[in-house]
């Protein structure tokens, strides 16, 4: 197809803005039955604030006017500067007409100008018990390069179905294995006295977690400047940040962190951001309670709110064991697919 136009996704340009995140809907609804649609207020906020930490580019494919797909590439400026993050959508009404290979060739171009040789992507797989999920992405990317590096198992939390029994039992037998540590929980900004510490679990988050061999994903930058970058961000984004940390009482050391996102213009739905116990603290059921405590407070902040959705390495035995006591359930495989730009 011949006459697609790429355009740069103008965050003042209303009609183009409203267009591509109507798109995005279109593919969620299609692709993916049961996961969060895409708020209209948070991707408008997303256009117009990011962390320093990182570059964005968006651009739209328009087709005699209409917007039939589109593009977001996120580049790490303080770590991992060989990367860009690609994440790419065409209407399922427009597919099979060369939209998504011109898309895929225009962010691969635009990542190898900004010095990317590595460009890490996703599609899904269904699994056994949830809803099929549309497969396409997969021969696509492989078709196009990109190898299969990592598996995910994307999961839900139905909050509505949870017992509050079962839980407050696991919450109890897990504090009776977590003697000498203390809880502390905050909404959008840390204590001042933890930044140092948070800073250091989330570059944990880059190294710690089971990955693939080939996946290309390389120690992280963090420092208490970032992790206030990221709240300032957050915040003036109207996200609702709900984090839970435990210390070890005696040295003070941060044994581990979870923290929820909810986004503007979005109740149903809340997603998990880190979820990290220190490897010197493990085997004390500290991300039993982190899960539990957390998933309280949100409850308590929006109780109406039903689903939490997380995402674990598939071979990450230990802290599926923990999601799954707690409530949540196969939705989908995500698929991590990386291709080196000649």
């Known amino acids: ?89 065409v209407h399922p009404e427009h597919r099979r007409r060369g939209v998504g ?112 061999e080939e996946l290309d994903i390389r120690p992280a930058v963090y420092d208490a400047e970032r992790v206030r970058d990221e709240e300032r961000v957050r915040a003036d984004r109207g996200e609702l940040q709900l984090a839970a940390a435990v210390r070890h009482v005696e040295s003070g050391e941060i044994a581990g962190l979870t923290d929820l996102l909810v986004w503007p213009g979005q109740e149903d739905h809340a997603g998990q951001n880190d979820t990290i116990v220190d490897p010197a603290h493990r085997g004390h059921r500290l991300g039993t309670i982190l899960k539990i405590a957390n998933q309280r407070l949100l409850r308590s902040y929006r109780p109406r709110l039903r689903y939490v959705h997380t995402w674990n390495a598939e071979v990450n035995s230990h802290m599926i064991a923990i999601n799954e006591a707690v409530g949540y359930r196969p939705l989908c495989r995500d698929i991590d697919v990386q291709k080196k730009l000649a």
């Open 1 to 89: 197809m011949s006459d697609i136009e790429m355009l740069p996704i103008d965050p003042l340009d209303a009609d183009l803005v409203s267009a591509w995140i109507a798109m995005q809907n279109a593919a969620v609804a299609h692709d993916m039955p049961g996961d969060e649609t895409v708020s209209p207020a948070h991707q408008r906020l997303r256009l117009l604030l990011h962390p320093a930490s990182v570059a964005v580019e968006r651009y739209a494919a328009r087709v005699d006017g209409l917007v039939v797909g589109g593009y977001e590439l996120v580049l790490f400026l303080k770590d991992n500067q060989h990367l860009a993050n690609l994440e790419l959508q």
């Open 101 to 212: 290979s011109a898309l895929l060739a225009h962010a691969e171009a635009r990542a190898a100008a900004h010095g990317r040789d590595t460009v890490l992507t996703g599609v899904i797989d269904s699994v056994d018990g949830a809803a099929p999920v549309d497969h396409s992405g997969q021969a696509f990317a492989a078709a196009r390069g990109y190898k299969n590096v990592d598996n995910e198992i994307h999961r839900r939390n139905d909050l509505f179905a949870v017992e509050d029994d079962d839980l407050a039992r696991l919450y109890v037998e897990a504090w009776e294995k977590a003697a000498g540590y203390e809880l502390v929980q905050w909404v959008n900004h840390a204590p001042e006295d933890l930044v140092e510490g948070i800073a250091a679990m989330r570059a944990r988050m880059y190294t710690d977690p089971p990955m693939g």
